[in-house]
Structures are given as C-alpha cells and as structure tokens.
C-alpha cells in the first residue's frame, strides 16, 4: 500500500447544541487516511460515524461545532476553513455518494445533464467536451447503452442503476476522497455487492482515496483495506481488516462480529445487550463498560487509551492493559483467530 498522507485527524471533538444540552457525538477520535487505501467505519447507529465524516468535508448542521483537535487534508484544516474555501474542497477534493440515490438526483433533469453540469463545474471544457466524458462516466460505472441513455430521466432507472448514475457524478470532479455513507442500504443485497465492487474497482482506476461508512461489518470485509470500529463518538478500535475481523481485541468489536452470522466458522452468534449510552453526559469510564462482561472496576472510573497492538492494530480496552486479567473471548472469536494461523501458515 502507498503510505501517502492523504487525511489526518487528531484528536477530533464535534458537539451538538440542543436543548436538553451539548450532544457529544464525536469524544476525541483520531486516525488517517492514505492515498488508494479504502478505509471502513464501523459502528451501530448513534456511534457517531456520519457526524466524523460530515466533519471531514465541512458539512455540520447548524447547531453542530468542532469543538477540539484538527483534520489536516493537503496542509490545510478543514475545521478551521471559511465556508467558501469549504465549497471549494468539497466541490474539487472530496465527493459524498449519499444513502438514497433519490435525493441527490434531480427528478426534473437529464442524467446526462447532470453529469455534464458537474463536470463544467469543475473542468474548462466545452459542450462537447463534456457530453463525451459524461458518456464515459455512465460507460465506467456499468450502464450499458451509455450514449443513448444521457437523454433518459432519473426514474427511467432502476434503484441499482441510479446508484451508479450517484457515483458517475461524484467521480465526475476526479475527488481525491471518495466518502460513501452506507451506499448500499437502499439496495438488495446483490446490487449491494455490486456497488461496492464497483467503488473498489473505480477507485483503483482513479486511484482515489475511500472512506465507507456501514454498521454492517459482513459488507465491507472484502472491500476495506483498514477498518476503524466507532463506539458512543470514540474509536475503540482500528486495524487492517484482517487484525480486526480475525483477531479483534476490544469486547465491543467482538460483539459486532459475533452478532454477524459467518458460514466460515459457524460460531454460535453472540450478541451484545444493551444500549449505547446518553452522549449528552456520557459516562467517566470507558463508555462501554455497562454492557461488557469483562468490564473491571477501572473501566467505570477512567477511559482506557489506544493500546497498541502492531504498528497497525490498536484497541482502546483496559483489556489490553499488562496487568489486565486474561480473559477467553467468545468462541465465534477464538475460531475465527485459529483461522487466521491456518490462512497464514
Ligand atoms: N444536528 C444534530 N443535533 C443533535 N444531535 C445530533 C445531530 N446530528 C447528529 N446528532 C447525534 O450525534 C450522534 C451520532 O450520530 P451519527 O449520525 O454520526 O451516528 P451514526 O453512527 O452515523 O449512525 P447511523 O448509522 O444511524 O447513521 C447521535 O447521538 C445523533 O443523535
């Protein structure tokens, strides 16, 4: 992999105002993004996953605010940029595919007028010029017929195929960062497979950076080279996808893969009870205390750091700390690291 430096975040804080107080959706995460690479979050819903990636592209609500640390992207702070120096990012350097192809679409205009406008939008060229790349575009996102099917209207499409049209656009200002927020939810699981094939292959052609956002773990485990797991706005924890998905080490992300149904290993499923908890007082300790079984008395006192595990895998778990206890981790999970020794031997 291209150890390129494309994004780093450090020590990020995003609050929410509200009326019952701050919402603390982001609680100080760090990591970084490198050029090629495919990066997945993970996490369950509420973890925090779509406010870091808002963040990243400068796209808080307005009630929202970066409330500590920095996300550099090509020398420059995001959270420190005027909005016109955002629009500028977000429209050249970093494109945004959408759950629902629907609402970024416009029902009332040509596919191949919407390409085209982008594409003007970012490139000095003529009409036709354009039209010839938007045909293109269609061509290298898999609708057949590229040519003839310009002239068609978004509901003239299929689900799947309107997702493609989504990516054609946002590839149509050759991003450096590709962001996908869950782009596959709306879609049968098939098209789902589909997709992200196609994000994969197409970021290897235009060699951009990806950032998948799912709480579907199952989906991106061919697909990430890295994954960051997020829990209650903190990562808890971050490896390549083989560190995290066959050798996890925080209880939480041995709940979200015990809870996926794996053929490979036939674990009984395990899964974690509870709910996250409340992030406009979050608690002291480690967030994820109250629903870990394994959790000692200084997990309810004070949060546990980013323990490091490779020079790739870290988990923040007082687990991993050298006086912890030793504990036997589900059975689904010590399969799937008896796996990992087979597939490596
Ligand atoms: N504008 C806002 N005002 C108040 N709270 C917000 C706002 N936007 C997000 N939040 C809160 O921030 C937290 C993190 O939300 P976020 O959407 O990032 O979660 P997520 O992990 O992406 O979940 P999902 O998978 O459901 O999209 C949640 O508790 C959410 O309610």
């Not at 994004?7 to 959706?25: C, M, N, P, W, Y």
């Not at 009332?108 to 970012?122: A, F, N, P, Y």
């Not at 010839?132 to 689900?159: C, N, T, W």
């Not at 782009?183 to 699981?189: C, G, H, I, M």
Request: hydrophobic share 40%; proline share 6%.
């Amino acid at each position: 992999m291209n150890k390129e430096k494309i994004l780093e975040v450090k020590d990020l804080e995003i609050s929410f105002r509200t009326h019952a107080g701050d919402v603390q959706a982001v609680r100080g995460i760090s990591f970084d993004l490198f050029k090629g690479e495919t990066l997945a979050i993970v996490g369950e819903s509420g973890s925090g996953k779509s406010v870091t990636v808002k963040g990243v592209m400068g796209l808080l609500a307005d009630n929202g605010y970066y409330k500590n640390g920095h996300i550099l992207f090509e020398g420059h702070d995001v959270t420190k940029m005027k909005e016109a120096q955002l629009h500028s990012v977000r429209g050249n350097k970093m494109a945004m595919i959408f759950q629902d192809p629907m609402t970024s679409l416009d029902p009332t205009m040509t596919i191949g007028k919407q390409i085209m406008e982008v594409i003007r939008l970012h490139q000095k060229v003529s009409k036709k010029e354009a039209f010839e790349k938007a045909v293109k575009l269609i061509d290298m996102v898999g609708i057949p017929e590229p040519r003839s099917r310009m002239k068609q209207y978004p509901h003239q499409f299929s689900g799947g195929m309107r997702q493609r049209i989504v990516i054609a656009i946002a590839l149509a200002c050759e991003p450096t960062i590709l962001i996908a927020d869950e782009p596959t939810t709306a879609l049968d699981v098939t098209i789902q497979a589909q997709i992200l094939d196609l994000v994969k292959d197409l970021q290897q052609k235009i060699g951009a950076s990806v950032i998948f956002i799912t709480h579907d773990l199952g989906v991106v485990a061919n697909v990430a080279d890295r994954v960051a797991v997020m829990y209650a706005g903190k990562m808890v924890e971050v490896g390549t996808s083989d560190e995290v998905f066959y050798d996890p080490r925080h209880p939480y992300t041995w709940g979200l893969i015990g809870s996926m149904p794996d053929l490979e290993t036939e674990g009984e499923l395990y899964a974690i009870p509870g709910t996250p908890p409340n992030l406009i007082k979050p608690p002291v300790g480690d967030a994820f205390a109250i629903r870990n079984k394994f959790a000692m008395d200084v997990d309810f006192e004070e949060q546990p750091p980013m323990f490091e595990i490779s020079k790739t895998h870290k988990a923040a778990t007082w687990l991993l700390h050298e006086n912890a206890p030793e504990v036997t981790p589900p059975d689904v999970i010590i399969k799937r690291r008896e796996r990992l020794k087979e597939v490596n031997s």
